[in-house]
């Protein structure tokens, strides 16, 4: 809930609707970057937000000692199914309900979302079925 909440939070900060972001003028300026073009100030605190929170979690994975068994074959290849169809089956309805309406380059955030958002829901699926899968006790 904690996570959630935050979450919530950060966006109203990162996205163009955003409750911050319509009442603060500095999110709404624009900054040069380059060869990148000029980008919103809130796309640009959307961006660095997410590459310092995944540098933070290969940080952290890195350092954290790997403890217990790797998971066998079986369970490897559940996983992977699992989150590979729950990215297809969210970002494939995503795009069925979505696209008559508006280009596929308008909805490339809205496809990486459902796609990322559908194999951590494929994910959690297949942890569980494997989780529920008798297996030899050692």
């Known amino acids: 809930l904690a996570g959630a909440s ?19 003028p500095i999110l709404r300026g624009r900054t040069s970057l380059g060869p990148l073009g000029d980008w919103m100030n809130y796309r640009v605190l959307q961006h660095a937000s997410s590459a310092l929170g995944l540098l933070a979690l290969v940080i952290v994975w890195s350092c954290h000692p ?12 559940q996983l ?25 380059w308008a909805l490339r955030g809205d496809f ?10 494929g994910l959690l699926v297949a942890c569980w079925l ?9």
């Open 112 to 121: 990486v979302v459902a796609t990322l958002s559908g194999a951590m829901v």
């Open 80 to 104: 992977l199914v699992g989150s590979t169809a729950g990215a297809l089956l969210i970002a494939g309805y995503r795009l069925a309900t979505e696209l008559p309406q508006r280009s596929l």
């Open 6 to 24: 935050t979450h919530l939070l950060w966006d109203a900060f990162t996205h163009g609707t955003g409750f911050f972001v319509e009442r603060l």
């Open 130 to 138: 494997s989780n529920r899968r008798p297996r030899d006790r050692v």
């Open 66 to 77: 790997h403890h217990g068994p790797a998971p066998d074959a079986a369970t490897r290849r």
